[in-house]
């Protein structure tokens, strides 16, 4: 019997409600490791997971099978869960609605892995907004600002 094969390879980007700068060094590192585990447990590969106080990127090779909203969907909801059970924030913590995801070759993957583990350099010279409104034109993806993430710049 024919399997199926694939290499679908796609960075989700999100942020955190209220833009707040709330994702601390204190537990960032759990957080993503999480986040990872949350891909793995869904049977993907999580390539990529990092981020800033604010917002994060993960970079997923998905399987056919794995809806891309369903993903994004348990990982917000699972690491939500995660930060309030752990008391990380006296706070409630809670995701902004809605997520960028851009899709990426075999061949280009790599560079939006170190890309991904930099963003700490990256943010020195460019504002979230600013990278995220490169990554819609640079997609070529028509928007509509009253959708767009709360920009607090």
């Known amino acids: 019997m024919p399997g199926t094969f694939s290499q679908i390879y796609v960075q989700y980007v999100f942020a955190v409600k209220g ?3 709330c994702i601390l060094p204190s537990f960032q590192t759990e957080l993503y490791k999480y986040i990872s585990g949350i891909i793995t447990n869904k049977e993907q590969k999580s390539l990529a997971v990092n981020g800033m106080s604010d917002h994060v990127h993960v970079l997923v090779g998905l399987k056919p099978s794995m809806r891309i909203a369903d993903l994004v969907r348990d990982i917000k909801n699972n690491s939500t869960n995660f930060i309030n059970e752990n ?5 409630k913590f809670s995701w902004q609605e809605g ?4 899709s ?7 560079k939006v892995i170190e890309y991904i583990k930099n963003q700490k350099e990256h943010h020195k010279k460019r504002t979230f907004k600013q990278e995220y409104m490169a990554f ?6 028509s928007f509509e600002d ?3 993430f709360e920009f607090y710049d």
Do not use: T
């Open 19 to 21: 833009r707040e700068n």
């Open 87 to 91: 008391k990380f924030l006296r706070n």
């Open 99 to 102: 997520y960028g995801v851009f």
């Open 104 to 110: 990426y070759s075999q061949s280009g993957f790599g």
């Open 136 to 141: 819609l034109k640079k997609f070529d993806i």
């Open 146 to 148: 009253k959708y767009l």
